[in-house]
């Protein structure tokens, strides 16, 4: 059993002074990643992605709650757990007045391990022009040196807070194929925030949704494929408006047909639907992207109170672990 | 005896990637373009070619490996098993009856009968036996 290399127990922030008027960004987050797995972090803009990222640093104190990163408390991290993380945050801050094989060196000199061939290699792949002032790099190149500089000491955790954003897509290919080769290794473990999902289905072992500062949808990228599939119910008669499905995330009802979303599907669903409403069932499968909308859709104003989101029934194996939770505040 | 099978991987499919490789495997052992004796792509050379985690496809080799479609040969890469050393899986049966129970819902919407329907299940497998006899003479 591989040991966790990131638990989050509990995690709150805000940024209210107020203690009358607090306004959570995270309202207790809970996350424990495995030694080799690579987390997919998804949410929309403002859901506290990046927030989640810093407090996970020491960059910004939780309100509460706990953080462990390497065995250390998050808050506190020492040099030498500092020394086996990378990070690339949002928006890379470096220095302008420097050449970008200035700053390289500069970063080189705080680690006591630093891979110099791989950090020019890289700087050749992606063509990042090193006697460049850092002033006039792109947005692109500015990130593209983050990256560098974070993969630089080989670090055991890499965090990266849209680390493709800026890249355009043969870049972010790049990366990606770069991060494959990183992680090809099984002993790194990754942690990133994006708003792409097709990357994610590439690289991802796992991915976490956040929403409404909750981790609203979390599993392995193969589990969640398997069990979260849309149904399509084509009845003989019109289909009553309160149509109750054990476990849906969604459920939207057109007359005689309906389609109904479900975190946990089991063939057994498709024929008490068949049977019960004398309806052609049809499965389809969903991508990241799709469930992404089905889980923000639902769980934002218009959800059907029919869905009960709370109540996922669980599989027949009894292997909880295989369960994507499913939590729509 | 190394076969080069490409495996068409789409990676933002709904169908999990180290499905799709399940599934294409199965796919081409039955359409023969896997025979026993073949080796399948290395887990980095699939990795690669498709830009996906190496983990999604060697956990489609180690199912394929327990489902005894493949054997792991030490120092060689997973060997294709003759069909006869290959255990029928409950699976296979489950994904037929999940066919058939539309088929046969809809049967029942057209108004067909027990007798009606069991009259065109053993038509179409009579033809589709016909048909794969055919095919082998031919060969």
Same mark, same amino acid.
């Given at each position: ?68 990163? %390497? +065995? =250390?408390?998050?808050?506190? /991290?020492?040099?030498? &757990? ?8 949002? !928006?890379? #801050? ?65 965090? %990266? +807070? =849209?680390?493709?954003?800026? /890249?355009?897509?043969? &870049? ?8 494959? !080769?990183? #992680? ?67 459920? =939207? ?77 | ?139």
């Amino acid at each position: 059993m591989p040991t966790p290399v990131y638990i989050a127990a509990g995690l709150k922030k805000s940024f209210s002074g107020n203690p009358f008027a607090q306004n959570y960004v995270l309202r207790g987050i809970d996350l424990t990643v495995q030694q080799g797995a690579v987390v997919g972090l998804l949410g929309q803009n403002g859901s506290g992605k990046s927030t989640l990222l810093k407090c996970s640093l020491g960059l910004l104190r939780p309100s509460a709650g706990q953080v462990t990163v %390497l +065995d =250390e408390d998050g808050w506190d /991290l020492s040099a030498e &757990a500092k020394s086996r993380i990378g990070y690339v945050p949002q !928006e890379v #801050v470096s220095y302008p007045w420097m050449l970008a094989r200035q700053v390289i060196e500069y970063t080189a000199a705080f680690y006591p391990r630093w891979n110099q061939p791989l950090v020019d290699e890289l700087c050749r792949r992606w063509r990042l022009p090193l006697e460049e002032r850092v002033a006039a790099l792109s947005t692109g190149q500015l990130q593209t040196l983050g990256i560098v500089l974070a993969l630089g000491h080989e670090p055991e955790l890499l965090i %990266l +807070d =849209e680390p493709v954003a800026s /890249l355009d897509p043969v &870049a972010r290919r790049q990366f990606l194929r770069t991060l494959l !080769e990183i #992680v090809a290794d099984r002993r790194r473990t990754v942690i990133f925030s994006t708003h792409i999902t097709s990357d994610l289905e590439r690289v991802a072992t796992r991915v976490a949704m956040l929403r409404d500062g909750v981790i609203g949808l979390d599993g392995e990228m193969d589990e969640l494929k398997d069990r979260v599939k849309r149904l399509h119910l084509a009845a003989a008669a019109p289909l009553p408006k309160d149509l109750a499905v054990p476990g849906a995330l969604a459920v =939207e009802i057109d007359g005689a047909e309906a389609s109904i979303t479900l975190a946990n599907f089991d063939s057994s669903i498709v024929d008490q639907l068949r049977v019960a409403w004398n309806a052609d069932v049809t499965v389809q499968d969903l991508n990241l992207e799709e469930m992404f909308i089905a889980v923000h859709e639902h769980c934002g104003g218009a959800a059907p109170s029919v869905a009960n989101a709370n109540n996922v029934k669980s599989a027949e194996s009894d292997d909880s672990r295989n369960v994507p939770e499913i939590d729509c505040p | 005896m190394a076969a080069s099978v490409r495996f068409q991987i789409h990676p933002s499919s709904g169908v999990p990637i180290y499905r799709q490789i399940i599934d294409q495997v199965h796919a081409l052992v039955a359409g023969g373009k896997l025979r026993p004796g073949d080796l399948l792509p290395s887990v980095r050379t699939v990795a690669r070619a498709a830009d996906v985690n190496p983990m999604t496809v060697s956990k489609a080799y180690s199912q394929l490996e327990s489902a005894g479609v493949v054997e792991r040969v030490r120092g060689q890469g997973m060997r294709v098993l003759a069909p006869a050393d290959r255990p029928a899986p409950k699976r296979r049966r489950a994904e037929f009856r999940d066919l058939l129970a539309a088929a046969l819902h809809r049967g029942r919407q057209l108004g067909l009968d027990d007798d009606q329907i069991q009259a065109e299940v053993d038509d179409l497998l009579a033809a589709h036996d016909a048909a794969t006899a055919e095919q082998t003479a031919n060969r």
